[in-house]
């Protein structure tokens, strides 16, 4: 992935904190992301327009040895989904990846994920007994898909899990982000991290958003109300149509948390949401998901001798503070970071429009007359 | 795959000619065999007399053991539970949920916690098709012309399951949306069948052959005279722990045990999943039928479980009452105050009684109407024997008369 596109920081937006290397989720050491993106454009009204895709988020990327992640999960607002929380909620913990797509195609994504980790754990479901529960989340694009067309297939679930990688983190139109739209203007799929010092330590929080909620009138960047000034093409405001939208927000760290400070971080994402000026709409899917790739306790299969118990260090709940600032930055910065790298789009439904991207010299020039530009 | 033994069972199974989701007059019931039950159940002594709820099955068998994966042997399947029968999309119920255990899958709960409503069928299947089951369900809305205006333009699906790795080639992903449609399409009011049907098609429930199972309570006119329905998707229990109307059961009646490959001692005994649907016609606000949805576990554990690690014990229960008052307003109609109706509660305690007892029945039910099955591993899981059942009922002063 060569990055061309600016993103937040290089317009100049003075966001604070100090990300890592990729300012992205993989910089938490083995995240790996994947895509796949579907993008068909209909010439015509009663043309078909397929705009979405797929993301795969791997939190210990490809890695042969079943090994859990600690977690916890939090909604803002629940008119969505995410799989594989019941057992987040009762045992704080969760194997294998993260999948985010459009609302319709949950499912199909679900069984690729269920296929997927059967062939990556072979002898964890073939020779003992296994059940996957993956995790699975979405966001609506029907405003430049055909949604209800259910064109993810199985096939291109797995292309985005079998092409997860580390490094940067491609953002914008891409993977399950493709049709999304925030603040009626063009959403999608943003990334941001941040490096932590607790003591003698230094910790690393990643965010990766699929962005697509928020009224025009409601949207600030850095305290600045934007949307007030940027009020062309808000394609909802105008049709007389409610926010439609929803966020899924997956944090991940290094830090060694617990499932209950985990859900506790997890919180934190509403609040890098809040910042952005969104009061958390009825239709809203806001969805919040955290994991810590710290102690990683290997899951003896059913059938085999279970420990007794294992031996792990959870930062103190002192600490905790240090975290959550930087991670609500993170998850500001990686809206910013979609809807910067985000290109406009033909709708679908309704036909003929353009949901368009913020163009980047308005915002500056928004900020700069507000006095929140560094140069 | 024997796609004309499949056919033939899905005709069976839908209950065709008989307009029902699948009759079978000649099987006893737990009551048909003296099992003492507390309450006065329905007619059909099923979900489906809580009036406009509607049930349909797809079920799957065909091939023997050995395992051969993406061949079989198919023992699987879908159960699908219309609240309102077909005009159960865009007319939403209000609803609520209770996990008892969360090793499991239950989708569409994050809008069912928020909204408290629910739009559409709660379907129950395998754990691993979980995900074609809930996409073929947005297929068939779609296909129905329901997603459109007036109603939502995109659906959250509620699927839940129960693990048939004991008996089903799970890892073959034989259920198709084809077979999703034809359940719904199959939903009726009438008589359910149970044991080895529909989603419940390959369970094991305390170390005998599990199933789906149904049952029903009737309040006096003095309480309302509402209905309760139960249906389950029973897959839990450890070996000792079945309990019939209070007899020890699990502990009396010698069969394998299933999980005895489990070296952990802890795990030998209980793992599993059960999934509880609870249904009335009672005007309950979704914060009452959360509490509904928690008395099916109190229910449950009549039965015997302690519920293990290893169970996704996952129930949701929703009321047909307030009909038109959660339709979607649309943005565009003017403003309107809709008024609900709900039973004060000093009088939920029935209602209450009511699901714990239809849901201990609808457990006995399932293990009653299941029928011997072989294991993947070839070793025979038998069914709760009659004769012996009736036997330890008589023996513990229990036999009803």
């Not at chain 1, 059940?131 to 679930?157: F, K, R």
Request: proline share 6%; aromatic share 6%.
């Amino acid at each position: 992935m060569t990055k061309v596109k600016p993103r937040a920081r290089d317009l100049g937006l003075p966001l604070q904190g100090e990300p890592g290397p990729f300012n992205a989720i993989t910089d938490v050491p083995g995240v790996e992301v994947g895509f796949t993106t579907l993008k068909q454009l209909a010439g015509a009204p009663d043309e078909t327009q397929v705009y979405t895709g797929v993301t795969a988020i791997l939190p210990r990327g490809g890695r042969a040895e079943p090994i859990p992640v600690w977690a916890g999960q939090f909604d803002l607002n629940g008119n969505g989904e995410m799989t594989g929380t019941h057992w987040i909620d009762d045992a704080g913990y969760f194997l294998g990846p993260i999948c985010l797509t459009n609302t319709h195609s949950v499912g199909i994504v679900h069984q690729a994920t269920v296929r997927y980790l059967i062939e990556l754990y072979p002898e964890l479901f073939r020779k003992f007994h296994a059940w996957a529960m993956p995790v699975v989340s979405e966001t609506y694009d029907g405003v430049v898909n055909d949604i209800c067309g259910l064109h993810v297939t199985e096939q291109h679930a797995l292309d985005a899990l079998r092409s997860a990688a580390p490094g940067p983190v491609a953002e914008g139109n891409i993977g399950g982000g493709a049709g999304m739209a925030t603040y009626e203007f063009k959403g999608g799929t943003g990334s941001s991290s941040r490096r932590i010092s607790i003591v003698d330590r230094t910790y690393t929080v990643g965010v990766l958003v699929q962005s697509n909620f928020g009224r025009r009138s409601e949207f600030a960047v850095l305290g600045v109300p934007v949307g007030r000034h940027v009020t062309e093409n808000a394609i909802f405001t105008e049709s007389g149509l409610p926010d439609q939208g929803s966020i899924v927000v997956v944090i991940a760290t290094d830090a060694p948390l617990t499932s209950t400070q985990l859900r506790r971080l997890a919180k934190r994402g509403a609040l890098g949401i809040g910042r952005t000026g969104t009061s958390g709409g009825h239709y809203s899917g806001d969805l919040m998901l955290a994991f810590s790739v710290a102690n990683a306790t290997p899951l003896p299969p059913i059938g085999c001798v279970q420990p007794v118990g294992f031996h792990a260090e959870w930062l103190h709940d002192a600490h905790l503070d240090d975290i959550y600032g930087p991670t609500v930055d993170a998850v500001e910065e990686a809206i910013l970071n979609a809807m910067i790298a985000a290109e406009a789009v033909p709708t679908f439904k309704p036909y003929g429009r353009m949901l368009s991207a913020i163009d980047h010299a308005r915002l500056l020039a928004v900020l700069s007359e507000y006095g929140r530009l560094h140069r | 795959m024997k796609l004309d033994r499949i056919v033939l069972l899905l005709l069976a199974c839908a209950g065709l000619l008989a307009g029902g989701p699948g009759t079978a007059a000649d099987k006893p019931r737990a009551r048909d065999l003296g099992v003492p039950f507390d309450g006065t159940p329905g007619p059909l002594n099923a979900i489906t007399d809580v009036p406009g709820v509607a049930v349909g099955y797809t079920t799957l068998i065909s091939g023997e053991p050995p395992l051969k994966e993406g061949e079989g042997p198919i023992r699987t399947g879908v159960t699908a539970i219309l609240p309102r029968g077909t005009g159960s999309y865009g007319n939403p119920v209000f609803a609520g949920w209770f996990r008892m255990n969360g090793n499991g899958e239950m989708t569409g709960t994050t809008w069912l916690e928020e909204g408290g409503l629910l739009s559409g069928p709660v379907m129950i299947t395998n754990t691993h098709s979980v995900g074609v089951v809930r996409d073929a369900v947005i297929d068939w809305l779609r296909k129905k012309d329901l997603l459109k205006d007036g109603n939502y333009p995109w659906a959250l699906p509620v699927v839940a399951e129960t693990w048939d790795g004991a008996l089903n080639d799970l890892n073959g992903f034989h259920v198709r949306p084809e077979h999703v449609f034809q359940a719904l399409d199959a939903a009726r009011s009438g008589p359910v069948a149970e044991g080895n049907v529909g989603g419940g098609t390959g369970m094991v429930c305390y170390q005998f052959k599990g199933g789906t199972g149904t049952s029903s309570r009737v309040l006096s006119a003095k309480l309302g005279g509402y209905t309760v329905g139960v249906i389950v998707q029973c897959n839990c229990g450890g070996y000792d722990e079945l309990r019939v109307a209070g007899v020890p059961v699990g502990r009396e009646i010698k069969r394998i045990n299933v999980w005895a490959d489990v070296q952990s001692p802890t795990r030998e005994a209980a793992m599993g999943s059960i999934i509880i649907v609870v249904a009335t016609n009672a005007p309950l606000l979704p914060t009452q039928l959360n509490r509904l949805a928690r008395r099916a576990a109190i229910g449950l554990a009549r039965t015997g479980t302690t519920v293990s690690d290893g169970d996704g014990d996952i129930f949701i229960a929703f009321s047909t009452a307030n009909d038109g008052v959660a339709k979607d307003a649309g943005f565009d109609s003017p403003f309107k105050v809709r008024t609900a109706g709900m039973v004060p509660n000093d009088y939920i305690d029935p209602l209450f009684a009511a699901t714990v007892q239809a849901t201990e029945e609808a457990i006995t039910n399932a293990m009653v109407a299941a029928e011997d099955m072989t294991l993947l591993d070839g070793r025979k899981l038998i069914a709760l024997p009659h004769d012996q059942l009736r036997a330890l009922l008589r023996k513990y002063g229990r036999l009803e008369k």
